[in-house]
């Protein structure tokens, strides 16, 4: 049950990367450099995360990136939209949709000769450099075509009416096509209300495994060890592609849970405990405390670390507010006569009493 990134190193992190762009596009830009400096000496994080940029810069002439399998594709991507697109467009997407306002207002992206400046050399370094920084997990999110943050919910409209509702913490890419709608999961959780179209399925994939329908409401999880899918209205296929091959139909008010390596394990669920998230709401029945806290842990800007694993494994029932989380975990905790330390604002631990 380890905890998640410190979420201000992470943001450090992603700053450095874009400071490390915008630079390369504009090297002697005095005032840019000005500005980057300021950042830079504004908090010890911020010169960690570039000292660690600028190593890794350097590693990059001697030694292949980590992840090139990840990148490789994804800079085919932001080949493919230069073509016919108006630069304004790619920029965001090459910076991330998460920058601050004010680094965006600073990049200068209001003048057309450095919005050309990006070429993909500089996309190339960019992206081994958040390989090497920060794993697949930034690189997911610049795959994606929306993506939320801690806390954040939001609903996308689709192209064909259909909407997306994104859990905190989660990142898809959209695919469509004359024969076929599909979304992939790239991490988290969507529940999706699909406008039915017989002629054209629309499909989400989460990794191996596919759910398609042609007109439903259903919702899908995509965890480390494989992916949860719960049908609100409607009937949705659920198959896995891999070695293992299976195939589950669901009707509302179940739910299957399809491990990596084809594996399931069916259940009946109450539809209004489906994407309760989506109404600030977290309901347990029975559910193991660990499986509990991960879901509370998008809801918390900080690291939530469960000391015991006979504790993460005690049953937990209830509802429980997510627009206050920490009290919520109390909550959870005072059930199971467990302890709550806040050791700062962005670390809390859970132990037995």
């Excluded at 300021?38 to 980590?66: F, G, I, Q, T």
């Excluded at 794993?135 to 997911?140: S, T």
Aim: hydrophobic share 45%; glycine share 8%.
């Amino acid at each position: 049950m380890a905890g998640k990134t410190d979420p201000i190193q992470k943001r450090a992190s992603k700053e450095a990367t874009d400071w490390f762009i915008l630079l390369k596009d504009a090297p002697d830009d005095a005032d840019l450099r000005r500005e980057f400096e300021a950042w830079r000496h504004r908090s010890p994080v911020n010169k960690a995360a570039w000292d660690s940029l600028r190593r890794a810069s350097e590693a990059m002439d001697k030694a292949m990136p980590a992840y090139s399998d990840r990148w490789e594709p994804l800079l085919a991507k932001l080949r493919a939209r230069t073509q016919g697109e108006n630069a304004n467009d790619l920029r965001p997407t090459v910076i991330g949709a998460r920058r601050s306002a004010d680094l965006q207002r600073r990049s200068g992206v209001g003048h057309g000769g450095r919005r050309h400046a990006l070429q993909l050399g500089g996309l190339a370094a960019a992206a081994c450099l958040v390989a090497l920084l920060v794993g697949p997990g930034l690189l997911r999110d610049l795959s994606a075509d929306h993506a939320t943050g801690t806390a954040e919910v939001r609903t996308i409209r689709l192209p064909d009416d259909s909407a997306v509702t994104l859990a905190p913490e989660s990142a898809i890419a959209v695919s469509y096509t004359p024969g076929e709608r599909q979304i992939q999961l790239l991490a988290g959780e969507a529940f999706f209300a699909v406008t039915p179209n017989a002629t054209r399925p629309f499909r989400v994939v989460a990794k191996v495994v596919d759910v398609t329908v042609l007109g439903t409401a259903f919702d899908v999880r995509r965890g480390d060890e494989g992916a949860r899918v719960a049908v609100a209205e409607g009937m949705v296929r659920v198959s896995h592609d891999g070695a293992t091959r299976m195939a589950e139909t669901l009707a509302a008010g179940q739910s299957v849970r399809v491990s990596w390596v084809g594996r399931s394990e069916r259940s009946d669920l109450p539809v209004d405990r489906i994407a309760a998230w989506r109404h600030n709401q977290l309901i347990a029945r029975d559910q193991p405390l660990g499986e509990v806290v991960d879901e509370l842990r998008r809801f918390y800007a900080g690291r939530i670390i469960v000391t015991d694993a006979a504790l993460a494994a005690r049953p937990v029932t209830g509802v429980y507010d997510l627009a206050d989380p920490i009290a919520a975990l109390r909550g959870i905790a005072r059930a199971q006569n467990a302890v709550v330390r806040r050791i700062t604002p962005w670390l809390i631990f859970v132990s037995a009493s």
